[in-house]
């Protein structure tokens, strides 16, 4: 029984002389130093960290913690990082040297220490008295179901955006407006056959070809457009089906996407059929 009193006495003796410390000289003692306490200090303002937007392409997610000291205030006043735990929810054969180096939970560290800096407690206590502690504070950085989906599909969002473009300078082409945009994405060596005739679609584009037509006119209509990605995202076709003005008919109009040498979809084969 006497050996218990005094080590509760000794403890109470330690508490107060590190608390006396640091309420003295505001010198925080080393995160390995264990301040014991009765009572854990109170969360009363939380800010959660943001996911580190230069992470979400490798589809990273990570676990961080850190440890926390909280004064007699209940201010943080110190943070040092105990441990991160860094984990992919998707696999690639690309070697991604950036993403790669982005994996040690660096961004992760930031964006927690960011946030836990602006917590508020209530400070700790022991036997009713209070006390600064070091305390283990972890943070977990999950991506949503939807972040997950453009994550594990990030080649068909780039994909769908290219494709958009290319439709949208199909139908400035076939209504002759905004051409030079339009001409961006057409390969320099992409063929037309007009009916029975070939040529070189920039050419037709740009006027120098007076026996074929690819400008219909504002009044044409768009009466109806496929689209399709072929070779998981190597190659698209699209179909447009116009309506010509004043009972001219229609056009069907096939064309042909392929990546360039900067992997981006252009424009190399048109056909118009009537």
Not at 32 to 41: L, S
Not at 175 to 204: F, Q
Request: with cysteine; glycine share 6%.
């Amino acid at each position: 029984m006497k050996n218990k009193s005094i080590i509760i006495v000794s403890l109470i003796a330690l508490i107060g002389l590190c608390n006396l410390v640091y309420s003295q000289t505001k010198s925080i003692p080393s995160p390995g130093v264990e301040i014991p306490f009765d009572k854990a200090p109170d969360v009363v303002k939380r800010v959660d960290p943001a996911y580190p937007a230069s992470m979400l392409s490798g589809g990273w997610e990570a676990s961080v913690y850190i440890r926390a000291f909280i004064d007699l205030d209940g201010n943080v006043a110190e943070v040092k990082t105990e441990k991160i735990e860094v984990t992919a929810t998707r696999t690639t054969e690309k070697k991604d040297v950036e993403v790669e180096d982005k994996a040690d939970g660096k961004a992760f560290e930031e964006a927690a220490l960011s946030a836990l800096k602006q917590w508020k407690f209530t400070p700790a206590q022991m036997k009713g008295k209070t006390v600064a502690v070091w305390v283990t504070i972890p943070f977990k950085f999950k991506l949503s179901t939807k972040e997950l989906k453009e994550v594990e599909e990030p080649d068909k969002v780039e994909t769908k955006k290219q494709v958009e473009t290319i439709k949208t300078a199909i139908e400035n082409i076939l209504r002759g407006e905004e051409i030079e945009k339009a001409k961006a994405c057409v390969s320099k060596d992409a063929l037309i056959v007009y009916n029975t005739k070939t040529a070189n679609l920039i050419s037709v584009i740009n006027g120098e070809q007076k026996d074929i037509h690819l400008t219909e006119g504002k009044e044409a209509k768009n009466v109806n457009m496929n689209i399709k990605v072929l070779d998981g995202g190597k190659s698209a076709v699209i179909v447009v089906t116009t309506d010509l003005p004043k009972g001219k008919g229609k056009h069907v109009h096939s064309i042909i996407l392929s990546r360039s040498a900067e992997n981006l979809f252009r424009i190399t084969h048109w056909h118009v059929s009537f």
